[in-house]
């Protein structure tokens, strides 16, 4: 069983929405896209797929040049087509671009999800279908009973859960692998992130999206500050010397990965 020949394209740094609601979602993801953004990540438990779809549309920007994900909740399965209908229904959109798992169930229950995703997509529905959440064995299990290979494994990455194992077993897979919660799951006063941050005068949060960046890991951050967004965009794009990654590479305490939001 083969994977992906070239894993699924991610910008470097995507806007999360997890509690963005209303106005305010819809101006933070109007903001964002004017401000360059071209990935917007959604959920249909975060509840507010209508508001991003309103601030997608009243960026004026061709939805063909965004990025629109959102997740299935994996509670709702058996519930895929209607919960996909509903999705489709208030982003305003034709198709997905990138729909996922919001998180594995067992074996047999993250399958029986997976087979109604495989035929979303057959049918044109969503472009490409992924996964959050999975562990590298779930991972496993799911290719190897669907014979289909998820396009995104979208996880807490950062160097709280950082696992050495993680990108390669991806990426022998042809999956793309995309982080989290960069700011929220990690301890921004840690010494070893403070101190790194101190020596190169910027921000903890910014030596962090520099250590996803070193790592080839795209990340989806949420912000509703215009200064913000503009910051964390511009973050990603400044490398790292290699003993900061090491160093900071060193700080996994745990390998158990962040819980769905
Ligand atoms: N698949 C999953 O199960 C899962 C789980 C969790 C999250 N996610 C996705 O990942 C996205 C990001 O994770 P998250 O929302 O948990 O948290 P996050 O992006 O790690 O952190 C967001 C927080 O950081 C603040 N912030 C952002 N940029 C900043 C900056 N440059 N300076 C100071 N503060 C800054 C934001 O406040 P302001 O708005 O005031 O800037 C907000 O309070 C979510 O929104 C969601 O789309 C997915």
Redesign the pocket.
């Known amino acids: 069983m083969s994977g992906h020949d070239q894993p699924f394209e991610l910008p470097a740094v995507g806007l ?4 963005m609601r209303g106005e305010t979602a819809e101006r933070g993801v109007r903001d964002a896209i004017e401000l360059g953004y071209r990935l917007i ?3 249909a438990a ?1 509840h507010n797929e209508e508001a991003v779809g309103a601030g997608i549309r009243g960026s004026g920007t061709d939805p063909g040049e965004l990025l629109v994900v959102t ?1 299935f909740p994996e509670e709702d399965a058996g519930r895929e087509r209607e919960v996909l209908r509903t999705s489709l229904g208030l982003l305003g959109v034709d198709k997905i671009d990138l729909w ?1 798992v ?2 594995p169930l067992d074996a047999a229950g993250s399958l029986r999800i997976w087979e109604q995703f495989i035929k979303a997509r057959d049918e044109g529905l969503v472009r490409a279908i992924g996964v ?2 999975f562990l590298p064995e779930q991972v496993d299990e799911l290719i190897k009973a669907s014979g289909v290979v998820p396009a995104v494994n ?1 996880i ?1 990455f950062g160097p709280r859960y950082y696992d050495a194992d993680v990108a390669p077993h991806h990426a022998a897979h042809g999956i793309a692998l995309q982080a ?6 990690n301890d921004l006063a840690h010494p070893v992130l403070r101190g790194i941050a101190d020596r190169h005068g910027c ?1 903890v ?1 910014q030596v962090l999206l520099r250590w996803h960046r070193a790592h080839g890991v795209p990340v ?6 215009p200064t ?1 967004l503009t ?2 965009l511009d973050a990603a794009g400044h490398p790292l010397e290699p003993e900061d990654v090491a160093a900071i590479d060193r700080l996994g305490i745990n390998p158990t990965r ?4």
Do not use: C, I
Not at 16 to 19: E, K, L
Not at 220 to 225: G, L
Not at 258 to 261: M, R, S
């Open positions: 999360g929405t997890w509690q990540d959604t959920a975060y997740k996922l919001h998180a959050s959440n979208q807490a989290h919660s960069p700011f929220s799951e921000t949060r989806v951050v949420k912000s509703v500050s913000h910051e964390n962040g819980q769905p939001a």
